[in-house]
């Protein structure tokens, strides 16, 4: 009986003693997730806390995918670099439910996976090389030879310094520079509003390269466009090749300024007239079986303007280098004598 009764003390304090090593223990061990990101040799759990602590000129590097189900938002007012290290961040409901805010500072982003970035009006983003996902902009982004799956500059500056744009491309506000690169964009750059300088890049949409329309207002000065370009709004070219040509809308009030450049088509290289205003000063039109300029009739306060430019055309084209329309030619005015013309004999033709 005695033995049976230290048997169960004995029991009764080693459950005790457990009992109080594990306490022990949870009160002393914290439990976290993997550490993902690091600022050189001190690692953080998330890309937050890194922010937090980051200091002017360091850099952050992922250290593995990431994965989080809200928008991490970046507002601390200092310059710093993240680096993913082609790691991926995303989120398991909704990808742009992950994606990274920059509301302040100016945060310089390279190595990346498919990361979406809005940036704020007092934020500022640098793109390096890496493929990144979209892009919606308010304040001021530079792309450095960045990838990015669709672009929204609603109201800030949008410098393209190089880059790799697919998906859509739409500009609502602001200034986009765009001065050199690859933009594979699927309904052509869309420009609604703001100011937009296209010096340079090569835009691959056959159907159609650039819409300018409703408030916006294109400066082409170079670039290749393999689609058509299209102005119901405002829009200059002093320079680029136009490969598919240029329509100044003939049924609205849209302003065309032809400085410069070379505007090709199968057909009519350029069509106006209508409602338009078009002005040309110079540049070089080019149509392979049709005459390079063809004006429709006009309508109300449009006009269109043939001060100085070179057409070429098929050789013996016997439709002429240019189509003008017999009636309401009273606002088309058109300097003979300025204009060089290859390939057929007649100048113009209504």
Known sequence: MRKRKMKWILMICCLICTMLFCVTV?????????????????????LKQAVKAVKKGQTITYLQDDCYEEAVVLDKNTSYTIDFKNVQTF???????????????????????????????GGKLIMQKGKFGSLKNSG????????????????????????????????AGGKT????????????????????????????NKA???????????????????????????????????NHGIVNSTNTAGKLLIKGGVIKANGYALSCGGKGATDITGGT???????????????????????KAVLRTKPGY?????????????????????????????????
């Open 26 to 46: 949870n009160a002393k061990t914290k439990v976290t997730g993997p550490e993902v990101v690091a600022i050189g040799n001190k690692k953080y759990m998330t």
């Open 208 to 242: 159609e390269a650039v819409n300018s329309y409703a408030n916006g207002k294109v400066i082409i000065s170079g670039g290749t466009y393999e689609g058509m370009v299209r102005n119901s709004a405002q829009m200059t070219i002093e320079g680029g090749t136009l």
């Open 91 to 121: 989120s398991l409901k909704d990808a742009l439910l992950g994606k990274i805010i920059v509301k302040k500072g100016t945060v310089t982003v390279k190595n990346g996976k498919d990361t979406s970035f809005e940036v704020g009006p």
């Open 285 to 307: 039109f080019v149509s392979k079986c049709g005459a390079p300029i063809m004006i429709t009739d006009m309508k109300q306060t449009g006009h269109v303007s043939i001060k």
């Open 140 to 171: 001021t982004t530079i792309l450095k030879g960045a990838e990015v799956k669709g672009i929204w500059n609603a109201d800030g500056t949008l410098d393209s310094q190089n880059a790799t744009v697919t998906g859509n491309m739409t500009v």
């Open 177 to 204: 520079i765009i001065n050199k690169g690859t933009y594979k964009i699927y309904f052509g750059l869309k420009v609604q509003g703001g100011t937009v300088l296209l010096k340079g890049g090569h835009y691959l």
């Open 318 to 350: 016997e439709r002429g280098a240019m189509w003008v329309p017999k009636k309401n030619n009273e606002n088309i005015y058109i300097s003979k004598e300025n204009i060089l013309f290859y390939g057929t004999s007649r100048l113009i033709c209504e």
